[in-house]
């Protein structure tokens, strides 16, 4: 039997699977180191692959990466990730030495997009967004059925569309007023404590954020849930600024569903859902897309970087000289 390894290398999290061509059979999930050189991670996720899965690693015909970015995505290396302290991330070529085999190195947006079509609630369209709202903000994008890549792999940042050009709050990216800047899982944070101090608000949030700067975007939406006023400012501004970015994705790509996922947005689809996708007709020029939460949950990665295994996008082949 043949085997594909699928990996979807996040900045907290690695998840590792073993599959078949058309699902999951094992997975594990691991922290991701934070030290080391530019090899660290190619090297630890090849020591617990070969760690867990040790009966198939005979067996395995092709490796499929989905990472977070920035990438080159000629070489296959992960640079300057917004969120992990190591200048490079280099996968494609240790990754294909450890494996000796075919290595295929994504996106992880892009790749989801690409598990979408294969895999998933994409499967019947030629025009499909994957949105995730997680740690930061971004999209994977087929259009006519092309997997868009761009000159170096970017073409789907959207999480750096510009929703408030008056803006003075900062992306981890260095401009201002992007959408991932009040949306990104790490910014939520660093959003109620910007608004509470220009506004003058007192509040338990503000209160619970001064006592803990190590808050996460979790404590900002269970302030939310008990009805703190700072918590309903911030997710008020999370949900114009993903409105105002949804609709850029739509009229700038006119795809036919748009699925999201990341784990901001599925662990309180409940409060955000219909709030951004309801008027949304109003700030389009297309038709509106079917817009649906992933029906993958936290596995959208890995299914997408078991598609690029086993049905590698032509135009990433292209690019990475396989
Ligand atoms: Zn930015």
Redesign the pocket.
Known sequence: MKYYIAIDLGASKTRIAVCSKDSIIKKIVEATPKHGDEYAIAKFIWESTRKSFSEYIEDIVAVGVASIGPLDIKRGVAVNPTNLPFKEIKLLEPLTKYFNTKVVVANDAMAAAWGEKHYGLGKPFRNLVYLTLSTGVGAGVIVDGHLLIGKEGNAHEV??IIVDFNSELE???G?RG?W??FAGGINIPRVARWIAVKHGISSDLFDFLLKHPEASAKDVFEYYRRGDPLGVLVVDLYVKASRAGIASIINIYDPEILLIGGGVFLNNQDILFEKIVNGLENDIVTSMPIIKPTGFGDDAGLYGALALAVNPPRELLEEQGV
């Open positions: 999480g750096h992306c981890g990216c401009g992007h991932e800047a």
